[in-house]
């Protein structure tokens, strides 16, 4: 099994780059190739990127990598004298 990170920021640009109309008709595949691959899906509308769809492996990584970089640095103990 492959890390849940190996990909999370590389995105297919042939594939992994939809506009809006197309993703709401194929979205079970999306939702499938997303999943599969590990690779984030980039939404567009009017050819902007507007979304991201992510595998909910590569969601929950993504969460729990935040909560680790917002969490408060333990503070120093005093010496005792």
């Known amino acids: 099994m492959t890390s849940p990170t190996k990909h999370f ?6 594939h992994g780059v939809l506009p809006v109309s197309k993703a709401a008709s ?3 595949s999306m939702i499938r190739r997303s999943a599969q691959q590990q ?3 980039v939404i567009t509308q009017k050819g902007k990127p507007t979304a991201v769809l992510l595998s909910i492996e590569l969601f ?8 680790a970089a917002n969490k408060p ?3 120093p103990q005093e010496a005792e004298g």
Not at 9 to 14: C, N, P, T, V
Not at 60 to 67: E, F, G, K, N, S
């Open 39 to 41: 690779r984030p899906v």
């Open 60 to 67: 929950d990584t993504l969460r729990a990598r935040v909560a």
């Open 73 to 75: 640095a333990a503070e």
């Open 26 to 28: 194929s979205l079970a």
């Open 9 to 14: 920021f590389d995105i297919d640009l042939q």
